[in-house]
C-alpha cells in the first residue's frame, strides 16, 4: 500500500525522517517528496508549507501524482478548548474553513455551495489512532478542528471560532486536505500536538513549543503507521 503522511513545516516531519532513515527524495512541484520502504508498503513523506493553498497542493499531488491511498497529516495547532494543554494530542472528527465566509447570502460560515461546511475524516482510521491510544497508554482526544490562513493569538477571535464551529483546535492545514481526500476518495486523518492556546502569548509559546509538540504528534504517527501498513 501507498500511505502519504504530511505535515506543514519542516519542523512536523523531521522526526518522521530520522525515525525511517532511509528515503529517497524526489522533488515535485517546487516541493520535496521522501519516498520510504516500509514492510510491504511505500511511505510518501512531505511537507506543504503553511496555508490551505500549499496543502491543497501537497495532499493533491500524494495522491494524484504519487498514487497514495491513504493521508495522515501529522502536526501541531492552537488550543481553543480550554482543556487542552501544550503537547496534549487531538485528531480531527471533522473540518471546517473558518475564512470562508459568503454569509451575506444567508449561508453560514464555512459554508461552501455544493459542499457543506464540515468535510468528515476516516473513521477507520480514527479508530486505529484509538487502539494505538489504548496500546500505548496514553490520552488523545478527538474533536473539530478549524482552518484558515490566519495565526490565530487572540481570545476574541478564538471565541468566535469556539462558538461558530464547535471546534476544538485551530491550524492553518486539515480542512483544506480534508478536501483533496474526500474529493478524491481518499481516507485521512488529521493529528495535531498542541503549541499555544491561540491566545495573545500564541506566538511566543509556538516558538517555544513547536518542535516538542511536533515530535509527539509524529512519534504517534509513527505508530499508527505500524497498524496501518500492509
Ligand atoms: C499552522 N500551524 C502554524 C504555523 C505557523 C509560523 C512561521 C499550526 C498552528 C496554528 N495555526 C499552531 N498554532 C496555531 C494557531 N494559533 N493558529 C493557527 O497549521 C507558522
Request: aromatic share 10%; charged share 20%; net charge negative.
Amino acid at each position: 500500500m501507498k500511505i502519504a503522511i504530511m505535515g506543514a513545516m519542516v519542523e512536523e516531519i523531521e522526526p518522521l525522517l530520522e525515525n525511517f532513515k532511509d528515503y529517497e527524495e524526489i522533488v515535485y512541484g517546487k516541493n520535496r517528496y521522501y519516498k520510504v520502504l516500509y514492510k510491504n508498503s511505500e511511505l510518501y513523506i512531505a511537507y506543504s508549507k503553511i496555508g490551505k493553498v500549499n496543502a491543497t497542493l501537497t495532499a493533491s499531488t500524494l495522491i494524484q501524482h504519487f498514487g497514495c491511498e491513504k493521508l495522515l497529516f501529522s502536526g501541531v495547532a492552537g488550543a481553543i478548548d480550554s482543556s487542552l494543554k501544550i503537547g496534549d494530542l487531538i485528531y480531527a472528527s471533522s473540518l471546517a474553513q473558518h475564512d470562508l465566509d459568503i454569509t451575506i447570502f444567508g449561508h453560514p460560515h464555512g459554508y461552501v455551495p455544493e459542499g457543506g461546511v464540515f468535510t468528515n475524516s476516516s473513521k477507520e482510521l480514527n479508530n486505529i489512532a484509538k487502539e494505538v491510544a489504548i496500546d500505548l497508554k496514553i490520552t488523545i482526544k478527538e474533536g473539530i478542528v478549524a482552518t484558515g490562513d490566519q495565526f490565530i493569538a487572540s481570545n476574541e477571535k478564538k471565541e468566535w471560532i469556539a462558538k461558530t464551529f464547535n471546534a476544538s483546535a485551530i491550524e492553518m492545514e486539515g480542512a483544506a486536505v480534508g478536501v483533496v481526500c474526500d474529493a478524491l476518495n481518499t481516507p485521512f486523518f488529521i493529528l495535531r500536538a498542541i503549541s499555544d492556546a491561540a491566545d495573545m502569548d500564541a506566538s511566543f509559546s509556538f516558538d517555544e513549543f513547536l518542535k516538542s509538540s511536533a515530535k509527539v504528534s509524529a512519534g504517534f504517527v509513527i505508530s499508527m503507521v505500524n497498524k496501518v501498513a500492509k
